[in-house]
């Protein structure tokens, strides 16, 4: 299986700047996507930013121009860091690894998730 840790949240001002972190291990070498989506309290989970293990990024337009995903060459740490932050960035933010199988079908692991709270 595959498990993911994030980690580097925490409390910051607006404007502040955060790096999260995830670290997968296990069964990679298999997974064609990462990504990073949050869920703040009332809302719908929501998908942030992902990269595909050719390198391709797409990110969410409320966070396109602030936020920046990267990865490591083995794909076993992924990185979302975050300018600019805002009060509505507020939320546990979660790691996700897919796999894209035979037939289209779709395998996700997730980590635990990290909360991010940006306030004065």
């Known amino acids: 299986q595959v498990q993911l840790v994030e980690s580097g949240g925490g409390l910051v001002q607006p404007g502040g700047s955060l790096r999260l972190s995830c670290a997968a291990s296990g069964s990679i070498a298999s997974i064609n996507i990462m990504g990073w989506y949050r869920q703040a309290p009332g809302k719908e989970r929501e998908r942030v930013a992902v990269?595909?293990?050719?390198?391709?990024?797409t990110y969410a337009d409320s966070v396109k121009g602030r936020f920046t995903i990267s990865r490591a060459n083995a794909m076993n740490t992924v990185y979302l860091q975050m300018n600019g932050l805002k009060p509505e960035d507020t939320a546990v933010y979660y790691c996700?690894?897919?796999?894209?199988?035979?037939?289209?079908?779709?395998?996700?692991?997730w980590g635990q998730g990290t909360q991010v709270t940006v306030s004065s």
């Open positions: 990269i595909s293990s050719g390198g391709i990024t």
């Open positions: 996700n690894a897919r796999r894209i199988g035979l037939r289209g079908t779709t395998y996700d692991h």
